[in-house]
C-alpha cells in the first residue's frame, strides 16, 4: 500500500458526461500529480500541484481541471467525455517537486 | 523535446538470470530519474533513483545505471524471480514534470 487513495475505482459513464476522480496524497506529502494511462499512449504527465498551486502543467485538455484542495486532496474533473477518454488514471504524491512519487491504484475511467 | 523512450517493449528472461532493461532520454538539462515496476491492475511503484551528479546507485538486487554522454539509463536486476515479471518504465523528473517512457514488459521464465 503506497499510502495513495483514489476514488472511484472504477467508472462508467455516457459521452458528454463529467465526472470528478478523487486524490488523498500520503500524509506530509505536498505534491499531488496526476496521470492518464491508456495503452497506446503509456503513463502520460497531466499536472501537478504543490501545496495548493498548480505547480507543472503537461498535456492536459481544456476539458479537464484539477484543483488542490487546503487538506491537500486533489481532484481531477473531466467534462464533456468522449469515448478516448477512457483510461486509467492515476494520481501520485511525493514530499517537494523533486522526489520520489509515490503512485495511488488509479479509477479506471470507461465512457461508453 | 521532452521525450523518454525504451529501447525493447519486451524482455524474457530465465529465472536466476540476471535482467538489464535500458532507456533513452533526450533532455540533457534533466537532472533526476526514476525506475518504477508497474504489475498487472496496480499503480507503477518505485523500485530506485538516481541524480545526475551520480553514474550507478545500487538497491536490493537493483542497479541503476546513468550515462549522461550518451543519454542513457539502465536497470539491471540480479537474480531475476518470478515476481519481478511486471512492466518497467522509466521516468524524467523535469522540474517537477515526470516523464514516463513507454514501458518494457518484463517476463521471467520457471
Known amino acids: 500500500d503506497s499510502g495513495v487513495t483514489q476514488t472511484p475505482k472504477h467508472l462508467i459513464t455516457a459521452t458528454g458526461q463529467r465526472v470528478t476522480l478523487r486524490c488523498s496524497p500520503r500524509?506530509?506529502?505536498?505534491?499531488v500529480y496526476w496521470y492518464q494511462q491508456s495503452l497506446d499512449q503509456g503513463l502520460q504527465f497531466l499536472i501537478q500541484?504543490?501545496?495548493?498551486?498548480?505547480?507543472a502543467k503537461g498535456n492536459i485538455l481544456e476539458r479537464f481541471s484539477a484543483q488542490q484542495f487546503p487538506d491537500l486532496h486533489s481532484e481531477l474533473n473531466l467534462s464533456s467525455l468522449e469515448l478516448g477518454d477512457s483510461a486509467l488514471y492515476f494520481c501520485?504524491?511525493?514530499?517537494?517537486?523533486?522526489?520520489?512519487?509515490?503512485f495511488g491504484q488509479g479509477t479506471r475511467l470507461t465512457v461508453v | 523535446g521532452e521525450s523518454v523512450g525504451l529501447h525493447l517493449p519486451t524482455l524474457s528472461v530465465q529465472e536466476g538470470d540476471n535482467s538489464i532493461i535500458n532507456c533513452a532520454y533526450s533532455?540533457?538539462?534533466?537532472?533526476?530519474f526514476i525506475w518504477y515496476k508497474q504489475e498487472s491492475g496496480k499503480g507503477p511503484q518505485f523500485i530506485i533513483d538516481?541524480?545526475?551528479?551520480?553514474d550507478k546507485r545500487q538497491g536490493q538486487r537493483v542497479t541503476v545505471l546513468l550515462n549522461k554522454t550518451v543519454k542513457h539509463l539502465s536497470l539491471q536486476i540480479a537474480a531475476t524471480q518470478p515476481g519481478d515479471s511486471a512492466v518497467y518504465f522509466c521516468?524524467?523528473?523535469?522540474?517537477?514534470?515526470?516523464?514516463f517512457g513507454q514501458g518494457t514488459e518484463l517476463s521471467v521464465k520457471p
Open positions: 501520485a504524491s511525493s514530499t517537494g517537486t523533486e522526489s520520489e512519487a509515490f
Open positions: 500524509s506530509g506529502d505536498l505534491s
Open positions: 500541484y504543490y501545496n495548493g498551486e498548480e505547480r
Open positions: 533532455n540533457s538539462a534533466s537532472d533526476y
Open positions: 538516481i541524480r545526475s551528479n551520480m
Open positions: 521516468a524524467e523528473n523535469q522540474g517537477g514534470k515526470l516523464i
